[in-house]
């Protein structure tokens, strides 16, 4: 739990690189309809690299400390499999 919001937090390990994916319930109930990865969001938070997105029922972030083009096809990975 943090701020009030239950997460579940993955662990992934990509060659010696550590990725975490974090889910927790939509705050709003927008949803990606169109599976369109535009709806990925990508910004650089205190060193790390964060990639967002959302479907009906929960946001999912992937953050990292690899190079954004690593961390984003990694999001857009979990995004075709959601």
């Known amino acids: 739990e943090f701020e009030g919001k239950l997460f579940t937090h993955y662990v992934l390990q ?4 550590v990725v975490s994916v974090l889910k927790t319930e939509s705050a709003s109930q927008i949803s990606t ?6 709806s990925i969001i990508c910004e650089k938070q205190n060193g790390f690299q964060v990639a967002s997105f ?3 029922k929960e946001s999912i972030f992937v953050v990292s400390e690899m190079p954004e083009a690593e961390n984003l096809y990694i999001a857009r990975k979990l995004f075709d499999s959601v």
């Not at 990509?14 to 690189?17: A, N, P, V, W, Y």
């Not at 309809?33 to 535009?38: A, C, I, L, T, W």
């Open 14 to 17: 990509r060659g010696e690189k």
């Open 33 to 38: 309809k169109d599976k369109d990865e535009d």
């Open 54 to 56: 959302q479907n009906s």
